[in-house]
């Protein structure tokens, strides 16, 4: 150190003591100069930085869990009526009762609907229902006489007659009937006439 300083001129010697001499910027002015920084958004506190790490990491993780549960859940519903397209076809033919009970009252007739309603929505929920409609009273008969079709109005017995249908589906006649049991056109003294589906393009 002595050697480099014997190298250096009177000007240079001053110069270079100096040097030692130069004092730390005041703490108040280094404050100053962050709390700026910060004010311009030119740096940000570690604080706000992981806040905001958490804030985006937890935003991403319930996207993420959403989206898996949304997909689950259109997984297992498109799997429902993809199984019973597999299954057997029956048809609940619904024929009046021989005898109309006589003065029906309006809240009979309202009730009567409100449980084939409840009965066609239990069946939709569990993804055995295909169709179901009631029939109007009156009808027409087609028949062939001397090769040429023949139209007349259907008789308005109400024995035999069909006042509606169900179109279900089931592994087997033994679950169909069970279906069938459960139906509230036999409280009403109808009979229900079961018939499977003959799937010919099968």
Sequence with gaps: MNEFKDELSNEEREAFAALDRKKIPPHFLEERIVRALKESNLIRSQVVWRTNVIKIGSAVAASVALLMIGLTLGVWWKSIPAANQKLPEFMLVLQAAPQEPPNRSAEDV?????????????????????????????????????????????????????????????????????????????????????????????
């Excluded at 040429?148 to 006042?163: C, Y």
């Design 110 to 202: 309202v009730r009567s609907v409100r449980e084939y309603s409840a009965w066609a929505a239990k069946m939709r929920q569990q993804g055995l229902l295909v169709a179901g409609e009631k029939l109007t009273s009156d009808g027409r008969l087609l028949t062939m006489i001397d090769g040429r079709p023949v139209v007349s109005e259907a008789p308005k017995d109400p024995k035999g007659r069909i006042a509606g249908y169900f179109l279900i589906h089931a592994r087997d006649y033994q679950q169909a009937e069970s279906i069938a049991q459960d139906c509230p056109h036999l409280k009403t003294g109808g009979t229900i006439e079961l018939r499977q589906i003959d799937s010919i393009a099968q």
